[in-house]
Every structure is written in C-alpha cells, then in structure tokens.
C-alpha cells in the first residue's frame, strides 16, 4: 500500500496503519456508521495529520465504509484515492488541471446472459427482480456466494413501494393483491403494505451485502405536497442504512425540490445523464435507459459523450454507470473499453 501525505509536516506515512485503525472503526460499529467514531481520528492525530485533513478523509473513509461488500484490499484502494486528493476524490487538488473521473463501477440492470458469465465480465449489477417480485432470501443468498469477493449489487426497491397498483409492472406480481389491498401499495404510503414492501426488500439487500438500493418512481408520481410529504416520512422512518440510497423520480420534478429532499434524507438522485442532471449525491448513480428508447443503440459519440460528463462529475467515489438498454452488454462492455476499465 502507498505512503499517504498528511498535508503537515509529518509528510508521507504508511497508509496501511490508517487502514487498519479504520477497519476497527468499522468492526466496532457494526454497520451503523451514521457517525464517524473516534479510533481513526486519533490514529491520524498521532500521526502528525494536519486537522482540515482529518475531517475530509474520515468523512470519504466512511462512505467508503459503508459498503460492507468490499475486501479489506478493496476499500484500501478506494482509501487511496481519497488519500491522494486531500479526502475528496471527486475533485482535482491542482489549479489548472482537469478533475480525474471518480472509480468507474459499469455493468448492467439485469444479468443480460449467464450468471457466471457475468461475474467474469463486470464488477456490478443492478438486480431488477426485487422490483418485480423479490425472490427468496435463500435465491439472493446463492447470488452473494457464486459472485466474486469484491463484486457489488444494487437492487431496485419493491414495486410496491414506489408504484401504484395501475402500474402495468402489477402483472408481474407472484402472489394475490386483493383490490382493497392494492390501493393500500406504492407512492411511499404509510401502510401496512408499503412498510412489508420494505422489509422484503431490505432482506434481499443484507443478503446480497448491497451497494445501493434504487426507489425509481413513475411518471405519475408527481411533486405534489402529498407525495413530497409520503416520501419523506418514509425516509425519516427507515433511518440511516448500511448501504447507499438512489432516489429516480421520472417525472418533471422542480431541480430545488429534489435537491432539497436528496439533501435532507441523503439521497443520491439517479439520472440518465444523457438527458438529465444530478441534483445531489455523494456518488454518482447513473441509469441509461436508451435516448427515446429501450431499443437504442449507443454510439461511439454517445459514450464519448459519457466519458466527457464522467470527467466532470463532482462526486465522491464511487461512479456507478448501469446500462438499461437492449444491448446493455455490449455497450457496458465498449465503455469499459473506452474509459480502460477490466472487471
């Protein structure tokens, strides 16, 4: 592991002894890391660590932290990079010089062919069964153990959560929904329903030690005072979770407002951005849906286009880029090309 400088006059030390201080952090926590303790902070002291230093890379270490997913060696790279750019890893520390694109996390919404295939080609997914119908504990279970170490799962929250019962998507339904039921189900109401909706899918997301959990709502799903105030209820009941949140709203949401409701319940606002821009977020969580539809193509413009907007996001690591198109491999698989990337 490099030497680490800590922007004082104790210069380079070794990173690994920081590490190490911030492993026990995250053993003594135990997946609640709403607040930074103090182990790694005294570890950085004692070492000569300048103080503005401290509070950026302890912040950047543990959002780093919060995905239990990652080997030791793995969040030590990522620790790395937060290192290197003064605990910011999404901006450029020298005037002048164009900002280095955050770590690039590519892969596809869906397994798009073989599992097996896919862990050897990509280092994330987005699970869309889980908004459908979410499997059996024992289903996640199994895709936790055949997926390499270092390997990341997102998943889409439950349907019932964030959609209606006149959503098509219904039809995909396993079980039963009686009618007075049904009304009781998505757009974030505090019902019985709902609240089921998201211990499912919190199951599934312990079980596969997930990244992210996407909400990704209707176009129906409007910013009227109703559903702004559904929606942060919701967020404030859950509380802090030992993985990311990503907020889709696919409707015409004022910027301000999704900005605001990001900011307060500490969401990543989820865009495709080809044709919208983040709000907010920690990360970036970037959906491509298709331009006009699930059948394009991308082109070699279009994922220059990609690569350009990556170099310019102002975000912490990581960058987490899912294609949702008809040929989401292929095309995954010509951006990890473009930007250098191996699985």
Same mark, same amino acid.
């Given at each position: 592991?490099?030497?680490?400088?800590?922007?004082?006059?104790?210069?380079?030390?070794?990173?690994?002894?920081?590490?190490?201080?911030?492993?026990?952090?995250?053993?003594?926590?135990?997946?609640?890391?709403?607040?930074?303790?103090? %182990?790694?902070?005294?570890?950085?002291?004692?070492?000569?660590?300048?103080? &503005?230093?401290?509070?950026?890379?302890?912040?950047?270490?543990?959002?780093?932290?919060?995905?239990?997913?990652?080997?030791?060696?793995?969040?030590?790279? %990522?620790?790395?990079?937060?290192?290197?750019?003064?605990?910011?890893?999404?901006?450029?520390? /020298?005037?002048?010089?164009?900002?280095?694109?955050?770590?690039?996390?590519?892969?596809?919404?869906?397994?798009?062919?073989?599992? &097996?295939?896919?862990?050897?080609?990509?280092?994330?997914?987005?699970?869309?069964?889980?908004?459908?119908?979410?499997?059996?504990?024992?289903?996640?279970?199994? +895709?936790?153990?055949?997926?390499?170490?270092?390997?990341?799962?997102?998943?889409?929250?439950?349907?019932?959560? #964030?959609?209606?019962?006149?959503?098509?998507?219904?039809?995909?339904?396993?079980?039963?929904? /009686?009618?007075?039921?049904?009304?009781?189900?998505?757009?974030?109401?505090?019902?019985?329903?709902?609240?089921? &909706? +998201?211990?499912?899918?919190?199951?599934?997301?312990?079980?596969?030690?997930?990244?992210?959990?996407?909400?990704?709502?209707?176009?129906?799903?409007?910013? #009227?005072?109703?559903?702004?105030?559904?929606?942060?209820?919701? *967020?404030?009941?859950?509380?802090?979770?030992? *993985? =990311?949140? &990503?907020?889709?709203?696919?409707?015409? +949401?004022?910027?301000?407002?999704? %900005?605001?409701?990001?900011?307060?319940?500490?969401?990543?606002?989820?865009?495709?951005?080809?044709?919208?821009?983040?709000?907010?977020?920690?990360?970036?969580? +970037? %959906?491509?849906?298709?331009?006009?539809?699930?059948?394009?193509?991308?082109?070699?413009?279009?994922?220059?286009?990609?690569?350009?907007?990556?170099?310019?996001?102002?975000?912490?690591?990581?960058?987490?880029?899912? *294609?949702?198109?008809? /040929?989401?491999?292929?095309?995954?698989? =010509?951006?990890?090309?473009?930007?250098?990337?191996?699985?």
């Amino acid at each position: 592991m490099t030497d680490v400088n800590l922007g004082s006059s104790s210069g380079f030390v070794d990173g690994r002894a920081i590490m190490q201080a911030f492993e026990q952090d995250l053993a003594l926590a135990r997946g609640n890391i709403e607040r930074p303790s103090y %182990r790694i902070s005294e570890c950085l002291t004692r070492l000569g660590a300048d103080s &503005a230093f401290i509070q950026k890379l302890v912040y950047a270490l543990y959002d780093v932290g919060a995905n239990h997913a990652l080997t030791f060696q793995h969040r030590a790279n %990522r620790f790395e990079t937060c290192a290197s750019r003064g605990g910011r890893s999404g901006e450029a520390h /020298s005037q002048g010089r164009e900002a280095e694109p955050v770590q690039s996390l590519i892969g596809c919404c869906g397994w798009a062919g073989a599992q &097996a295939q896919y862990f050897s080609q990509f280092s994330v997914i987005e699970i869309q069964s889980t908004f459908y119908d979410p499997p059996a504990a024992k289903v996640a279970a199994r +895709w936790r153990a055949l997926a390499p170490p270092d390997f990341e799962f997102c998943l889409k929250a439950w349907q019932l959560i #964030t959609h209606p019962c006149s959503s098509p998507t219904y039809r995909r339904l396993r079980g039963f929904l /009686s009618p007075e039921r049904s009304q009781m189900c998505g757009f974030f109401q505090d019902t019985e329903e709902v609240w089921e &909706a +998201w211990k499912r899918t919190l199951e599934i997301a312990e079980t596969v030690r997930a990244s992210v959990i996407l909400f990704q709502c209707p176009a129906s799903f409007k910013a #009227t005072q109703g559903n702004i105030e559904n929606l942060s209820r919701f *967020f404030q009941k859950i509380g802090p979770q030992p *993985f =990311r949140l &990503a907020w889709e709203p696919r409707g015409p +949401w004022p910027c301000q407002v999704v %900005r605001d409701l990001c900011a307060e319940h500490k969401l990543i606002h989820c865009v495709d951005p080809l044709t919208d821009r983040s709000q907010y977020g920690d990360a970036v969580y +970037w %959906r491509l849906h298709g331009k006009g539809s699930y059948s394009y193509h991308y082109t070699e413009e279009d994922l220059a286009q990609l690569q350009r907007l990556l170099y310019k996001a102002q975000a912490e690591d990581p960058a987490y880029i899912l *294609f949702n198109n008809v /040929s989401m491999k292929s095309d995954a698989k =010509r951006f990890m090309g473009l930007l250098g990337c191996r699985r």
